[in-house]
């Protein structure tokens, strides 16, 4: 009788909330079950470099137990990008004998656990392990968003399920489904309980600053939106700005400003200079910690940001009020209409409150599973149909109806006329102008007219 095969689980992570993901799973017995589990990590920052790596982020003790083995990615492929690389079809035997002999794989039977399936460095990843299963995890609000990119015959029908948090309660992942992808919760007790070891775990290095953080602050969340070329670094100050003037018009003295990690140090400075005119102390948090850690350590009375998914833990795992702003700007700019981000914004700028409006963040309550099912549901379809239509066209007719009853003044920011308009549905350009745009000879005469005005005027 031959002898049975060990069965080895590759868990790819790229950040801290991730692996705290994947900690939370293991605890809950989520995943598959395996004879060794092996944490991969991957640094994709710019220049990774110059950044930490996670297994070296505070708290990440508290959770290395969870796995066999460490490695880095970074390491395996240097010096190659993790983001920017992908093996070629003839290489990808020579690069699986590589890893395998790299992490002492032998002939064993390996599992994949990795999250953004739809990019380097899992795209990669899934390519390389020809035919091991593949288990998708969510560490975000994307996964109630439509797959991005076309994955491949080779990997999409070897994708077996979707892990996510349940971030917003009522609200099905749209990820993967059309590939017959079902999902599963990772609960919510086990990813607290994962939190408070890391948090607990965060104090030997940093603990001093999380120790000094004001109790009961209003915490803001960046994001350093500028480096992705959604708004400008001026657009963003601004931005930062307005969360300062918006937590002291609900009375809090005490702020606590949560930098993103790569963010410029001297962006803090008018932060702190326009706290102090308005009367308020503003803090600047730059140990590199989860915002998870800080509501567990400082426990924050509000959590700003803009479409953060620190927000939605804040809310729905801690309780924590929580307020939006910048959000209306954002969906305008994002570009393309399929931008993976424009799903996270929707859901941000759909059910929580706006940080400028007072009474209403004061008021506000986090909407019922009940209400997520009648209202937000309906919108995120309307707007996944739209971002990838060919991947759903099943959500064609629910969208066609829920544009036809609800399009207004209110929700006209989730979409795009000229989108509307190449889709076919209703809020279209009126069909004796729709042709404009995508006309030559008329594109060529303004362009001539535009350049003889210019003349002139000169």
Known sequence: MAATRTRTQLLLASTLYGAATLAAAVDAGALPAADRRVLVVS???????????????????????????????NEAISPLHPSGWAPGVDEVPMWERYFRMLWALGDDEVDLVVE???????????????????????????????????????????IDRLLHLDLVPGLEPLLLTEFGVSSQVVPGAEFTKVLAEVAEAAG????????????????????????????????????????????VA???????????????????????????????????????????????????????????????????????????????LLLDRLVPYQNSNRVPVTIVHATLPDLADAA????????SPE?????????????????QSQAHPELRDAAVAWLGRNLTADTWPYFKRRRLTSLGLPGALPARLAFVPRNRTVRRVARRARALKKAALG
């Open 116 to 158: 953004s399936l739809q990019v380097a460095p899992a795209l990669s990843f899934a390519q390389i392990f020809l035919g091991a299963p593949i288990t998708v995890y969510a560490d975000g609000l994307m996964s109630y968003g439509p797959t991005r990119n076309k994955l491949g015959l080779l990997v999409d029908s070897r």
């Open 43 to 73: 640094n994709n920052s710019a220049v990774p470099e110059t950044a930490e790596r996670l297994d070296q982020a505070p708290g990440f003790r508290a959770l290395r137990g969870r796995f066999d083995q460490v490695v880095s990615w």
């Open 360 to 367: 209403a963040v004061r008021a506000w309550t986090p909407p």
């Open 204 to 247: 030997d290095a940093g603990g001093d600053a999380l120790d000094e953080l004001p109790q009961n602050a209003a915490l803001l969340l960046g994001q350093y939106l500028s480096a992705l070329g959604i708004l400008s670094a001026e657009e963003e100050e601004q931005l930062h700005l307005s969360m300062v003037r918006g937590a």
């Open 250 to 328: 609900l009375g809090h003295t005490k702020i606590v400003f949560k930098p993103h990690p790569t963010a410029p140090a001297h962006w803090t400075e008018p932060l702190t200079a326009e706290a102090a005119r308005l009367g308020a102390e503003l803090t600047v948090l730059n140990t590199p910690v989860l915002a998870e850690v800080v509501y567990q350590r400082a426990r924050p009375a509000l959590v700003a940001g803009c479409f953060s998914t620190a927000l939605l833990t804040a809310s729905v795992l801690y309780g924590i009020p929580v307020a939006r702003t910048g959000t209306r």
């Open 371 to 387: 209400q997520v099912a009648a209202e937000l549901t309906p919108l995120l379809h309307t707007v996944g149909y739209c971002m």
